[in-house]
């Protein structure tokens, strides 16, 4: 069920590819011990319109959606296993965040086409 959302500055793709985002992302929730690798999903979104307002020429955030009811302690785990894999990128000049957010349980629904 987690879903990863890996939004990033447009420029970033003259460092990295979109692939291998995905697949650094992908590690670090398999890694993370919480979610059996067939139950992740990720999605990237390039944002060409952003401002930051420090030294960094790029951002990169995750944010992992993930049904409610886990403790700080994991959701700590999780965003810091994926920091760890994101690190290993060694990226020059880049924002690096991570978060985790809650998805309400009782109104959350999905489905899929067959």
């Known amino acids: 069920m987690p879903n990863f959302?890996?939004?990033?500055?447009?420029?970033l793709n003259q460092q990295i590819s979109e692939d291998k985002l995905m697949d650094?992302?992908?590690a670090g929730a398999k890694n993370s011990g919480h979610f059996p690798p067939e139950a992740?999903?990720?999605?990237?979104?390039?944002?060409s319109g952003f401002r930051l307002h420090g030294k960094q020429k790029d951002f990169l955030h995750v944010s992992a959606h993930i049904l409610s009811g886990r403790t700080?302690?994991?959701?700590?785990?999780i965003s810091n296993a994926v920091l760890a894999q994101l690190k290993e990128l060694?990226?020059?000049?880049?924002?690096?965040?991570v978060e985790v957010v809650d998805i309400h349980r009782a109104s959350f629904v999905d489905f899929?086409?067959?």
Do not use: G
């Open 24 to 26: 650094s992302v992908f």
């Open 90 to 97: 060694a990226l020059n000049s880049v924002f690096v965040s």
């Open 72 to 77: 700080d302690e994991q959701k700590s785990e």
């Open 112 to 114: 899929e086409y067959e």
């Open 5 to 11: 959302v890996i939004e990033y500055s447009a420029s």
């Open 40 to 47: 992740i999903k990720l999605r990237t979104e390039k944002r």
